[in-house]
């Protein structure tokens, strides 16, 4: 329990982080709203609007409708779970090594991955070495893509250092092998960290969309990300040429482009929002307390 | 060290060069090999047939553009102005989030905080065009309130890079603190308890306690993304820049995907990510060596 | 801690299963007779119904008409990323036998992976027919790409309430227009007249002839001169920096993106636009009664010096190409030009039977979903609809392009002088828009062409010369 007393300062960061919030959700705000807002009202609507008039459930209605929706998200979903669970093996993995400032050609391994980092050979010398790997139209293509990041990988290693030595030397004593270490000591310890980089991977997961598009031809193995913006770019060309009507492949009722855009936002962003408390949890304060027994 | 001593300290340590190997072996293949493919910035590129080598004449066409110097300026410009000003405004926020004591509060703060990082910059540029158009957009409303003169600020030279700044904070304050969060979360409060019974206040503590413990975080953020420093941020002003601004924002990227990308001149676009590489790299190493030598800490 | 490395390892098992899941789209099955054609286009995806009922129907009526039985396959490319997929397609080998692109063509081009369309075109008694002088033109430039459609001029359209209340004469002269913008604005202070999108590209359509702009690069003094430095777009400035001042030209233009303009035109917020001449005036036309209630009025260009739309004679910018590594190039141009029929065109313009259009006996009904139908080749011009395709606005935009567009002859600007072109763009566009919105006066304009010839655009100029002569 936090002892420390509340101030006039307290109030002052209070209503700060408040007013920050809202600026931060507002244009979500107004998204939703706009995708909400029925046709009669959409040419209207702009930045301004708060509520959604002609209310309509249809621009959700229309685009859950369509059964590429479903399987982009069912392999979203599959992407960034085994994207997590390579991401955090390797991760961690090599976190826990480079750690080690003893070890023989660290400084070597870490400018070499940090090299990485920096320089790419871009996405024509990629396509083609999955080309050479067989591992175009794979979902292996794209789950292994960035599979271990740099940055999260340094970001990584400080948490990791946070661990008290005298647990690991604990840990040695009783006979643990590096696994075992890792394992059962450093990566309980470190559950925040793991949170976080967690949240960057999924995250990036979630988003990545361009990757996808190239490597996978199968339409039906598309990313829902993927599936969204082909579904706005269609749109784009038919409202460009006149047509307010949806694709015809749906069958569905009229949409505003508008709408549809607004939409598209709020169903990419809606996952990270049901995910991100989940993750919150593990940002406890003072995890470290109590593993050490003093 | 002699050879002797280096093989036994490698032999003790190969149950680690085992579980590295795997990480290893994902950047060979995944990076290295890859990398190779850079070498096009050396040759003419060709869709069938060998390319051939050509030397530095990418490069040379790169520098000799009339614009290169103010393209080159305006990437340093911004990208200098964004770390300037807002790489500390998501330290701050973490610092901010520290002080709420209700977590019920702080849960609902910190699961909004972040969400315009998923907005693209093309519905952002579009917010802001929208906000700041004169004189109906809301921010020169507010100031014709107070009694001013309305602005047009993007297409005002002397305020596009500012709003460049501005709306990068907006986007990735909220996002960006998230890592210091966690990392203040694992700050042991027991630190915190024995500065209060030696009578530190709030400010104090963060000064003594947080500021330090999670510095070593702050530093590595801060090195690594030296590395991405002449990136200065392609999404955001593509969408942003217009026709009265472009030669205060045009920046490396933009200037090579008109020029190379949509020609489908990749040699050219190849051979300004060397370019931009090679600084970040010198700037990471140097900003290392200057963080080891006067805080002894690196970015690892 | 056992159960999640269990887990972990059952969905690495699993993931690596999907490593087998690498198979291609099956290879196209050819039989003896039927010759399979690829292509690949953008907004053209095989896993569109529509698009395959369309190549049936092509199929179908080719045969009809040539005798030979072709099969036409449609490449699948994510249209987020067809550029890039084309490139590395190309790049890998995958080569199909008719390319849409839209864009970086050139490259592939000069590698000499494209046809020259020359002698196709030349012996071809329906292109020829079809080919309107700027495309015949533009071939002969650049003779990879063939694209036939309507010159992309856009044309001024205004409210018809506004324009009717402010006299509703049609003008003429740059002075007629002026007339007309200034009485709108006096009757509608808070409303702009008229905005553009980005640059004053659009408007530049109507205006440019009258003040002498002719086209791209125009005689002084008996040399080739960049229009954008003339005396001609001087003169052009100070009106636009007039229109401005006055608040007839939306001081936001320079922030106006194509949607923002429409979403302006459709709330009140502006007088007029500029659109493609075309179906596009029928989309606004149809959206503007749907908001507003009210009709729009196509206004033809000023009349001054010259008066018309300049259509570049440069090159297609986009455009269907064969490549040479096709084995039935032959077979590939004799389908373009079967599009290019009146058969062609048919199915071309009205779509699908059933679902764009019906058939009440001899005559061609329009569903109201026929604006989800877009001509996936061609569009041509000339060709005679039974059932008019265009509304009205549509119809007076064709008309207008049909009498006033304007042979341009440009070039294409060579890959060594490419940085310094784009330098010299940019240039402009800082210039013209300090100009236009007041920030620098008028004669700053020479200001800008000293800096201009300066910056390398001498060396442009000069070669220019040689090549215009």
Known sequence: MDKRKAGIGHWVVVVTLFVLAVVMVYPLYNQLVISLTGPEYITQADGTTLIPRGFTLSTYTSVLAIPKVYWGLLNSLFITAAGLVVNILLTSIGAYVLIKRNLVGRGFFMIMIVITMIFEGGLIPDYFLMRDLHLLNTYASVILFKAVNPYYLIIMMRFFDQVPKSMLEAARLDGYGDVRILFKIVLPVSVAGIATISLFYGVFHWNEYFRAMIYLSSEHKWPLQVILRELIISMEKASFIGSTNFLQSTGAAAIEFKALKASLIILAIVPILLFYPFVLRYFVKGRLQGAVKE | ?300 | MKRILLSSLILILSVSSIFAGGAQDEAPMQSDDVTTIRIVGKDFSPSDEVNLQHLRNIEAGFEKATGEKIKLELVSVPEGAYGEKLNLMIMAGDIPDLIYFQGGDEVIANQGLLVDLTDYVKNSAVMQDVLMDFNKERLANYPYLLWIAPPRARTAVIREDWFNEAGGKMPVTVDDYYALFSTIKKNHPEAAVVTDTGNTGRMDFTFNQAFGITATWVKENGKYVYSKVSQAEKDKLAFYQKLYAEGILDNEYITTKWDTMEDKLYTGKVAGAFGTAGIVLDIYSDKMNENQGVGLVVLPPADGVGRGYSVSSAKETRGWAISTTSEHSDLVFELLEFLATDEGQFMERYGIEGIHYNMEGDKVVLTDKKGDWWPRFHEVMSWDAPTPLLGPAGMKGWEYILDYAVSDPDFPIPEELSPTWDALGNLYKEYSFKIISGEYSIDKFDDFVAEWYKLGGDKVTEYANSVLN
Not at chain 2, 121 to 147: C, E, K
């Open chain 2, 1 to 300: 060290m002699n050879s002797g001593l280096l093989r036994k300290k490698i032999k003790r340590d190969r149950a680690l060069y085992l579980m590295l190997l795997p990480v290893l072996i994902y950047y060979i293949v995944w990076h290295y090999i890859p990398m190779w493919g850079a070498r096009i910035a050396f040759q003419d590129f060709k869709y069938i047939g060998t390319n051939e080598w050509v030397g530095f004449k990418h490069f040379k066409m790169l520098f000799s553009s009339p614009v290169f110097l103010r393209v080159f300026l305006n990437t340093i410009t911004i990208s200098a102005m964004k770390i300037g000003f807002f790489f500390p405004l998501p330290i701050i926020l973490a610092f901010l989030f520290n002080e709420i004591r209700s977590s019920g509060y702080r849960k609902i703060i910190q699961s909004v905080i972040y969400l315009p990082h998923f907005l693209s910059w093309v519905v952002i540029a579009g917010i802001f065009i929208s906000l700041l158009s004169s004189p109906l957009g809301v921010v020169n409303q507010i100031i014709t309130f107070f009694g001013g003169e309305p602005v047009s600020f993007m297409t005002s030279t002397r305020h596009i890079r500012w709003i460049f700044v501005v709306s990068e904070t907006w986007r990735s304050i909220g996002w960006d603190s998230i890592l210091y969060i966690a990392a203040i979360n694992g700050i042991a409060p027991e630190l915190y308890d024995a500065a209060t019974v030696d009578g530190a206040n709030r400010l104090q503590q963060a000064r003594h306690i947080t500021l330090p413990s999670i510095l070593p975080t702050i530093i590595t953020v801060f090195i690594l993304n030296m590395g991405f420093f002449m990136n200065a941020g392609f999404d955001q002003v593509f969408n942003m820049m217009n026709d009265a601004v472009i030669n205060k924002v045009d920046i490396i990227d933009t200037y090579v995907y008109r020029v190379g990308l949509t020609k489908g001149n990749f040699s050219l676009g190849t051979a300004a990510g060397l370019f931009k590489g090679v600084i970040g790299i010198f700037l990471i190493l140097g900003t290392d060596r200057l963080s080891r030598k006067t805080s002894g800490e690196g970015v690892w």
